[in-house]
């Protein structure tokens, strides 16, 4: 009898730590995906630059072109895919399918420049929250990933 409670102590511990685990790692993954959100924010911006100024260029943009037109102090992490269709698409999908995505693709709905579709692939729609209606994305797009796609002014 001396160890009951002891051991109710240690259940009570274990249990404690998990729910505390629990509660600790979606705030992990939002942290993680704030970080993505703000690079693919700006990457996808230096894509919208680059096809401003090569008007005539589509398909599939090498991320060293984007990498000329983002801001000082920037970077491209490597993990994006820079499309360009005509007329006048840009679209920016992070590359691998990552867990807990829908942290970013709630926050990354946020971009408000031109006309901006934003959200997971599914079956080759972008799918952006409610109320929104899914949009067609450009070919090769994989389903899973997470997808910006805006319609460029001016082409």
């Given at each position: 009898?001396?160890?009951?409670?002891?051991?109710?102590?240690?259940?009570?511990?274990?249990?404690?730590?998990?729910?505390?685990?629990?509660?600790?790692?979606?705030?992990?993954?939002?942290?993680?995906?704030?970080?993505?959100?703000?690079?693919?924010?700006?990457?996808?911006?230096?894509?919208?630059?680059?096809?401003?100024?090569?008007q005539s260029t589509f398909g599939t943009i090498p991320a060293s072109s984007v990498?000329?037109?983002?801001?000082?102090?920037?970077?491209?992490?490597?993990?994006?895919?820079?499309?360009?269709?005509?007329?006048?698409?840009?679209?920016?999908?992070?590359?691998?399918?990552?867990?807990?995505?829908?942290?970013?693709?709630?926050?990354?709905?946020?971009?408000?420049?031109?006309?901006?579709?934003?959200?997971?692939?599914?079956?080759?729609?972008?799918?952006?929250?409610?109320?929104?209606?899914?949009?067609?994305?450009?070919?090769?797009?994989?389903?899973?990933?997470?997808?910006?796609?805006?319609?460029?002014?001016?082409?």
């Open positions: 009898m001396s160890t009951f409670p002891l051991y109710v102590t240690l259940v009570m511990t274990m249990l404690l730590s998990f729910v505390q685990a629990a509660y600790r790692f979606p705030i992990e993954i939002k942290n993680q995906y704030a970080a993505l959100v703000t690079e693919m924010t700006v990457c996808h911006e230096a894509l919208i630059q680059y096809a401003d100024a090569h990498d000329a037109y983002l801001p000082p102090g920037a970077t491209d992490p490597g993990s994006f895919t820079y499309i360009l269709t005509s007329p006048g698409t840009a679209t920016t999908y992070l590359t691998t399918v990552a867990r807990g995505q829908s942290f970013a693709v709630a926050a990354i709905q946020g971009i408000a420049n031109y006309s901006v579709t934003a959200g997971p692939v599914t079956a080759g729609m972008i799918v952006p929250l409610l109320p929104a209606q899914p949009v067609a994305v450009v070919g090769g797009v994989p389903s899973g990933v997470i997808a910006v796609q805006t319609v460029l002014r001016n082409h």
